[in-house]
């Protein structure tokens, strides 16, 4: 008898105990979180709680609003970097939508992670492609790198004032201002295009950009790109515009 009397005293505690649980518990209300991840405390039976862990289930987890790392941004394997939040902007015309941070197209890296839309990361993967490497070839062991003179910034069209809004400002553009190769060595655009051996280079994949881009401008365009090539997803009505 005193056994049988021990065993109710020991289920009548157990009981007890996970009843005292239960108000806290229901639903998973009362679960801190901490950037959006539970607090691990508690112990085993507490991390393996399925209600303690409902309210985890039921947030948007901040990444799906922050950036966001991806391996095949905007649906191409090649084209590396982060999904960003949208970009809005107090100056009418600027920002970007749907944004994009790219560190890599095709392999090569680029200088300085570039915001900017899927048109703009998807014309600029083709452009690798199509037209660097195979300008590059195998010299210098080829294609490493891209030196990006600029990418998104809310400024009117070559910094003068009162005229419209650059693509830029709107994501949709991006200056190549030297190629860089594996073995070191840099294709300056401003150095090489004139009296270079890369100048054959250079010109043939700025050709190559005429198409892929809605704009391709470049050394003698208009006197502000002698620097650097500016390549831009700008539709225009007679079609691509290159000079």
């Known amino acids: 008898m ?13 009981v007890g105990g996970c009843g005292s649980d239960r108000p806290a518990n229901r639903g998973g209300l009362a679960l801190p979180i901490v950037g959006d991840l539970p607090r691990e405390g508690g112990g085993l039976m ?41 970009i809005t902007s107090a100056v009418a015309g ?14 090569v890296k680029l200088s300085q992670a570039a915001i900017m839309d899927c048109e703009t990361a998807t014309a600029l993967h083709r452009w690798v492609q ?27 069209r070559n910094n003068m004032a009162g005229a419209r809004i650059s693509e830029h400002g709107r994501g949709r553009a991006i200056d190549i201002s030297a ?17 270079s051996r890369h100048a054959r280079a250079l010109r043939q994949m700025h050709r190559a950009a005429c ?22 997803t700008a539709q225009h009505r007679n079609g691509p515009h290159c000079r």
Do not use: K, M
């Not at 005193?2 to 157990?14: D, P, Q, S, T, Y």
């Not at 198409?211 to 365009?221: D, E, I």
């Open 2 to 14: 005193r056994r049988f009397a021990l065993i109710g005293v020991i289920l009548a505690i157990g």
């Open 46 to 86: 507490s991390r393996l709680n399925p209600f303690q862990n409902a309210s985890f289930r039921g947030q948007t987890p901040r990444a799906v609003t922050g950036a966001r790392a991806a391996g095949n941004l905007c649906g191409i394997r090649g084209i590396q970097g982060e999904v960003i939040p949208p």
């Open 94 to 107: 600027c920002g970007v939508a749907a944004p994009v941070r790219v560190t890599h197209v095709d392999g």
């Open 130 to 156: 199509r037209g660097v490497r195979p300008a590059v070839g195998r010299s210098g062991g080829g294609v490493a790198g891209l030196q990006v003179a600029a990418h998104y910034v809310c400024r009117p």
């Open 179 to 195: 190629i860089q190769l594996a073995d070191g060595t840099q294709i300056s655009v401003a150095r090489d295009w004139r009296g």
């Open 211 to 232: 198409g892929t881009f809605g704009t391709t401008l470049g050394p003698g365009s208009d006197g502000r790109h002698d620097s650097h090539f500016h390549y831009d």
